[in-house]
């Protein structure tokens, strides 16, 4: 629990409203200053886990609410009396001023007695030390304090949320991660697992079924860190194209020498055969893009190697792209796609394995060792299967860009006259914005058309404006192409 809302220590001690009581989350270090530390304790998942209570012969693992629950063996199964568990803002013990309330101004001194007793003193943020609790100082009085204005502020309490059934199996760890490896089981074995009706499957379903609702959740990019099955992934890519405002950066599936599904972070990848898998599956869709391989990059918490899915460290490759270009530039190359957070790719790409990958629409991830750039996203392709400009990442990009500037600007005109002079204003409004996007480097050449030969009076009877937007885009240097003449001397 949570033993004051102050930091630092007297004479430099002060309330922190930011601060609640309750279970502290953050860890304990130091007995004089509880609340130095920033620091999450880890064991509170271990203290927030579900835990069953529907065993017939055995003892439950959690007992629930029990006050008064007789000792079993031994055992002390009241968790009041075996921990002081019963939290109370009335077992904060606080300075009181002169009409009985709550000083206001020694806050900092509060403290909350676990055990529900309290201490013959408190010591002020002067120094002070207090008289008798009877006089200078009494626990919260809830029927008469809570209503005390000044002091309101500081009554805040919180509690992690504890038990209940999430779905997973907390004795199975893959499941308990909602891991690429469950997702596979349940696949694997519908009838026991559930298949896409299984905890893993159906939750990533849903929580795409989430991001796919426009009016509810405004995204340009979706990723699913490690999740690589097909149950899912394709599912997400159906979901991007519906949305057809946003794209999905896909983590592929691996196989290994035995051309088996790669488990582990331990196995040896096989960059044919996972080409071969993924080429099998006949992806097409301009709202995709595939990556490989995974990368290993420093956790910031632990300070220590991890391996990371190709999606994490991709989504920093947009951000630098959209940071220091636009979103119509290519994110690839060393000068916007490189991933300053990663160490070194999983698997080291020969130029036969690139051009395997990029001949399959995977982008590759490489780590080139001779130029020292670091580790580098080389190359942008959607997965569309036809050739287009809508099979590279940018221009795909582009059209999303464009399509929400656009939008933005149609909802101006919702239920606005529908005659000449709102046909003339919405044409007008458009036209800065593709003519912007042109002097950025994202088009070519460009038209808008809105006028009274798209929208014909069939459509002012249906209470429509329609109108047409052609685009020639900008398109992105891949391969340089260089011929060397050697010439006799005159």
């Given at each position: 629990?949570?033993?004051?809302?102050?930091?630092?220590?007297?004479?430099?001690?002060?309330?922190?409203?930011?601060?609640?009581?309750?279970?502290?989350?953050?860890?304990?270090?130091?007995?004089?200053?509880t609340?130095?530390?920033?620091?999450?304790?880890?064991?509170?998942?271990?203290?927030?886990?579900?835990?069953?209570?529907?065993?017939?012969?055995?003892?439950?693992?959690?007992?629930?609410?029990?006050?008064?629950?007789?000792?079993?063996?031994?055992?002390?199964?009241?968790?009041?009396?075996?921990?002081?568990?019963?939290?109370?803002?009335e077992?904060?013990?606080?300075i009181?001023?002169?009409?009985d309330?709550?000083?206001?101004?020694?806050?900092a001194?509060?403290?909350?007695?676990?055990?529900?007793?309290?201490?013959?003193?408190?010591?002020?943020?002067?120094?002070?030390?207090?008289?008798?609790?009877?006089?200078?100082?009494?626990?919260?009085?809830?029927?008469k304090?809570?209503?005390?204005?000044?002091?309101?502020?500081?009554?805040?309490?919180?509690?992690?949320?504890?038990?209940?059934?999430?779905?997973?199996?907390?004795?199975?760890?893959?499941?308990?991660?909602?891991?690429?490896?469950?997702?596979?089981?349940?696949?694997?074995?519908?009838?026991?697992?559930?298949?896409?009706?299984?905890?893993?499957?159906?939750?990533?379903?849903?929580?795409?079924?989430?991001?796919?609702?426009?009016?509810?959740v405004?995204?340009?990019?979706?990723?699913?860190?490690?999740?690589?099955?097909?149950?899912?992934?394709?599912?997400a890519?159906?979901?991007?194209?519906?949305?057809?405002?946003?794209?999905?950066?896909?983590?592929?599936?691996?196989?290994?020498?035995?051309?088996?599904?790669?488990?582990?972070?331990?196995?040896?990848?096989?960059v044919?055969?996972?080409?071969?898998?993924?080429?099998?599956?006949?992806?097409?869709?301009?709202?995709?893009?595939?990556?490989?391989?995974?990368?290993?990059?420093?956790?910031?918490?632990?300070?220590?190697?991890?391996?990371?899915?190709?999606?994490?460290?991709?989504?920093?490759?947009?951000?630098?792209?959209?940071?220091?270009?636009?979103?119509?530039?290519?994110?690839?190359?060393?000068?916007?796609?490189a991933?300053?957070?990663?160490?070194?790719?999983?698997?080291?790409?020969?130029?036969?394995?690139?051009?395997?990958?990029?001949?399959?629409?995977?982008n590759?991830?490489?780590?080139d060792?001779?130029?020292?750039?670091?580790?580098?996203?080389?190359?942008?392709?959607?997965?569309?299967?036809?050739?287009s400009?809508?099979?590279?990442?940018n221009?795909?990009?582009?059209?999303?860009?464009?399509?929400?500037?656009?939008r933005?600007?149609?909802?101006?005109?919702?239920?606005e006259?529908?005659?000449?002079?709102?046909?003339?204003?919405?044409?007008?409004?458009?036209?800065?914005?593709?003519?912007?996007?042109?002097?950025?480097?994202?088009?070519?050449?460009?038209?808008?058309q809105?006028?009274?030969?798209?929208?014909?009076?069939?459509?002012?009877?249906?209470?429509?404006?329609?109108?047409?937007?052609?685009?020639?885009?900008?398109?992105?240097?891949?391969?340089?192409?260089?011929?060397?003449?050697?010439?006799?001397?005159?």
């Amino acid at each position: 629990m949570r033993e004051s809302i102050s930091v630092g220590s007297v004479p430099k001690k002060n309330v922190e409203v930011a601060f609640t009581w309750g279970v502290q989350f953050e860890v304990k270090t130091n007995k004089d200053t509880t609340n130095k530390n920033e620091k999450i304790d880890s064991s509170l998942l271990s203290f927030t886990k579900y835990f069953p209570k529907f065993y017939t012969t055995n003892q439950d693992p959690l007992v629930g609410a029990n006050e008064g629950t007789a000792d079993v063996g031994g055992c002390v199964f009241d968790a009041d009396r075996f921990n002081n568990n019963f939290f109370s803002l009335e077992r904060v013990q606080v300075i009181t001023g002169s009409n009985d309330r709550p000083d206001s101004q020694q806050w900092a001194a509060a403290v909350y007695r676990r055990n529900g007793v309290a201490k013959a003193s408190l010591t002020d943020r002067d120094g002070n030390t207090t008289g008798s609790p009877s006089v200078d100082t009494r626990f919260i009085d809830a029927s008469k304090d809570l209503a005390h204005i000044p002091s309101q502020k500081y009554f805040k309490f919180t509690f992690p949320l504890q038990g209940g059934f999430d779905g997973t199996n907390i004795f199975d760890v893959e499941k308990v991660k909602m891991s690429d490896v469950a997702v596979r089981r349940e696949m694997d074995d519908s009838t026991l697992q559930g298949g896409k009706e299984g905890p893993s499957v159906a939750a990533y379903r849903k929580a795409t079924d989430v991001m796919e609702a426009k009016q509810d959740v405004d995204i340009q990019l979706l990723a699913i860190p490690g999740i690589r099955h097909p149950a899912v992934t394709d599912y997400a890519v159906e979901s991007t194209e519906r949305r057809f405002d946003a794209l999905y950066l896909m983590d592929i599936e691996e196989k290994d020498e035995l051309n088996t599904y790669v488990t582990s972070s331990n196995a040896t990848i096989s960059v044919v055969n996972t080409v071969n898998t993924f080429s099998s599956r006949a992806m097409d869709s301009s709202f995709a893009a595939a990556y490989f391989p995974d990368v290993v990059i420093t956790d910031p918490a632990t300070n220590t190697n991890v391996q990371a899915a190709p999606s994490v460290a991709v989504l920093g490759a947009f951000a630098l792209n959209d940071a220091i270009g636009f979103p119509w530039f290519a994110p690839a190359g060393f000068t916007r796609g490189a991933l300053a957070g990663a160490l070194y790719p999983k698997v080291e790409l020969l130029q036969s394995n690139r051009d395997d990958l990029y001949s399959a629409d995977i982008n590759p991830i490489i780590g080139d060792v001779v130029a020292e750039s670091g580790v580098t996203v080389f190359g942008q392709k959607t997965l569309l299967a036809a050739q287009s400009s809508l099979d590279r990442v940018n221009v795909r990009r582009l059209l999303i860009d464009i399509r929400r500037r656009v939008r933005d600007v149609a909802r101006t005109f919702l239920f606005e006259p529908n005659q000449a002079s709102t046909i003339a204003a919405f044409n007008s409004r458009v036209q800065p914005i593709l003519a912007s996007i042109q002097s950025q480097g994202g088009l070519d050449r460009f038209k808008v058309q809105i006028d009274t030969s798209t929208t014909t009076q069939a459509d002012i009877e249906n209470n429509t404006i329609r109108g047409k937007i052609f685009l020639q885009p900008t398109r992105s240097v891949e391969f340089v192409s260089l011929d060397f003449v050697v010439s006799n001397s005159i």
